[in-house]
């Protein structure tokens, strides 16, 4: 007996198996929009279930008013050639070829424009320089449903190159509420989980260790900032509607008025000319990067910029603390495991006329 088959053919049919339990147990979010449709047309404007996207032979398109897309595929490849577009919404896109490998190389990635940092649309290179591909296994976090299988499979749409299947392509509202089958039988009897899962997919690797890049935050780290600042037992629902885009202008962000100021109702910024600042535009500046960032000179020397948002919110006042690990990989943390930001990220990446001298002698002055 050939054991080597036989064990295939057991793990193939134990795959196969599992892939059908665990798709029986969905309902889809089409079946939640029916009674929950003003929450699904919020969703649908948020780069959640925009996050893996299936290309049918013609430029994919994006909600009215969100992501402009991407205008063609990676160069010597036509629309029938990619099978899915990963992101495309706010930030980056990578791209399937049609046996569902990720391209690699040179143009490979697509980074959309963006005006806050003045940056035009353009390509660049994604993972191996050499052109070459990759097998997709990033599922877990891009998809609903999804169940790893390797290399021998079943693989979603018959595709070699997808290391896995799922349900639905993209976070859609059983990635985080939990299968819901049972729910669409019996609505009042059986209820889906409200429980946040926002740091399964918004971390990476240690949730103790922020990792960091040229002098940025690496972009999956929201819940490991949150964990390293102030805030780490506040829910991420406290100050974000999770159905609503934080792109866009949105509303994914409730507003300074119905987050950090029923909590911090003693704070009041004392500088007239500052009065009208939101809260985030020196706690939370842009120091974590997705796909592009830049570098802002200042009097003293200059700063990195990215185009997300940090959460650590906590400054330094301190001017021999280095916000990164020597070695630049990681955030740096003390002790108890607080993490700071330094006053050049809060302060000299808009004061491009000051140095940190007069950060340190001016930041208390805000309160």
């Given at each position: 007996m050939n054991w080597n088959i036989l064990r295939f053919a057991c793990m193939l049919g134990f795959a196969l198996f599992f892939e059908v339990q665990a798709s029986s147990d969905f309902a889809g979010s089409e079946s939640?929009?029916?009674?929950?449709?003003?929450?699904?047309?919020?969703?649908?404007?948020?780069?959640?279930?925009?996050?893996?996207?299936?290309?049918?032979?013609?430029?994919?398109?994006f909600p009215a008013k969100t992501s402009p897309g991407v205008p063609h595929p990676p160069a010597g490849n036509q629309w029938k050639d990619i099978s899915y577009i990963v992101g495309g919404f706010g930030w980056k896109a990578r791209f399937l070829n049609e046996q569902g490998f990720i391209l690699t190389g040179e143009g490979r990635q697509y980074n959309l424009a963006n005006p806050l940092l003045d940056i035009d649309a353009h390509w660049v290179a994604?993972?191996?320089?050499?052109?070459?591909?990759?097998?997709?296994?990033?599922?877990?976090?891009?998809?609903?449903?999804w169940v790893p299988t390797g290399i021998n499979g079943p693989h979603q749409d018959g595709l070699p190159g997808i290391y896995g299947t799922w349900t639905e392509a993209g976070v859609t509202c059983e990635a985080c509420h939990g299968s819901s089958a049972a729910h669409v039988e019996a609505p009042t009897k059986v209820k889906p989980s409200t429980e946040e899962t926002c740091g399964s997919c918004h971390s990476r690797g240690e949730v103790t260790a922020i990792d960091a890049s040229s002098g940025l935050i690496k972009h999956h780290?929201?819940?490991?900032?949150?964990?390293?600042?102030?805030?780490?037992?506040?829910?991420?629902?406290?100050?974000?509607?999770?159905?609503?885009?934080?792109?866009?202008?949105?509303?994914?962000?409730?507003?300074?008025?119905?987050?950090?100021?029923?909590?911090?109702?003693?704070?009041?910024?004392k500088l007239k000319e500052k009065q009208n600042q939101t809260c985030n535009s020196c706690h939370m500046p842009f120091a974590v990067t997705s796909a592009v960032s830049t570098s802002v000179v200042h009097l003293g020397g200059s700063v990195p910029k990215g185009d997300l948002r940090t959460h650590i919110h906590r400054i330094s006042m301190e001017s021999t603390w280095k916000m990164f690990t020597d070695d630049g990989k990681f955030v740096r943390v003390d002790e108890e495991n607080k993490a700071y930001l330094t006053?050049?990220?809060?302060?000299?990446?808009?004061?491009?006329?000051?140095?940190?001298?007069?950060?340190?002698?001016?930041?208390?002055?805000?309160h």
């Open positions: 939640c929009k029916t009674c929950h449709l003003k929450i699904y047309e919020l969703y649908i404007q948020s780069g959640h279930p925009h996050k893996l996207h299936k290309v049918t032979g013609e430029t994919p398109t994604y993972g191996d320089k050499k052109l070459s591909l990759k097998p997709y296994t990033c599922g877990e976090c891009h998809t609903t449903g780290e929201q819940y490991e900032d949150l964990v390293a600042s102030p805030h780490k037992s506040l829910a991420c629902g406290s100050c974000h509607n999770p159905h609503q885009s934080t792109k866009y202008q949105l509303g994914g962000y409730k507003g300074d008025d119905n987050t950090c100021k029923t909590c911090h109702q003693g704070i009041q910024i006053l050049d990220y809060a302060c000299l990446s808009c004061h491009r006329n000051k140095d940190m001298d007069w950060a340190l002698k001016n930041a208390k002055r805000i």
